[in-house]
């Protein structure tokens, strides 16, 4: 019986102390886990587009590392497929918050072609040796290319669009007052204006948005109503219309700055004929061809187009 009550004692006695180092365990304060540094590349934004002749790209950087943590690295790493992968920056910092904009720039350091996408590679580290890694691309894309654009003459009563842009995906206008395509509800998105007349030499013809048509001529009574009149400049092309097909990226770039926008340049160019290519220039200062696919027949015609534009 003494045994017993020995034995129940020693329990009871080891059961307390294993209570009492349970209980010392549970008021331990827990590992801290911090969190990997915020990084904001751009405000945000993840790509852009860029032309061949694009001079240099910004990335800006705001990094912040977690309470009680500081920034040790910032780096950024630039890929082109095909091309090897450089780093072009990798400082070493001891701030809570490091805000840096870099300036890569591209002109005449790095070949890039049409369809080309830089990829920068940006990775933030704390002094925890925790990461954070956002990219950002850049295609290069130069040159827009139309559909068929499909004008009608002033007495084409199927075919009611007569005037277009490079903006919205080359969309087309409408005369008048009414519907959503109506020229004067989006006179600062046009470039082109398509008319025919039988009259004189005229035939077929493109003008600039800006052209002085006279009291009751031409477009005059509806462009009066327009509140932007752009200013787009013409040359006749000697290009046919199979090397105007060809034209994509530094073909394209080539082709066009070869063009002497400075002197010749016309705000109408009548006879169109079909095969033949126009060079613009717009008051933006971008610049294309224009291949007439096929000329209206007469005034109740359709004239058929296509326009490549600079990005």
Known sequence: MKKLFKSMFVLAAVSASMLVSSCGDDTKDPVKEYAA????VNDGVTNMN???TLDTVFIKNVVSADTDRKIKKLTISRAIVGQSTN???DKVYDAKDVVYTHKDVIAGTINI???DIITYTINATDDKDKVTTKSFTVTIKSVATSTQVLLG???????LYRFFGTSDNYRKYTAGPNGVDAARNNSSKIDFIFFFSPAGSVGNAIYSPDY???AGIGWDSEISNWATKNKT???????SSSEFDALQGSSFMTEISAVDFSVGTLDRIANLQTGKVLAY???????GFILVVSQAAGSTGTIVLVAKSEL
């Open 37 to 40: 540094p915020t990084l904001t």
């Open 50 to 52: 860029g032309s061949l």
């Open 87 to 89: 780093t072009i920056y």
């Open 113 to 115: 072609d049409e369809n």
């Open 153 to 159: 003459a002033p007495e084409n009563t199927t075919n």
């Open 212 to 214: 002085n048509f006279g």
């Open 233 to 239: 400049l013409y040359k006749l092309s000697d290009l």
């Open 281 to 287: 220039i717009k008051a933006d200062g971008k610049r």
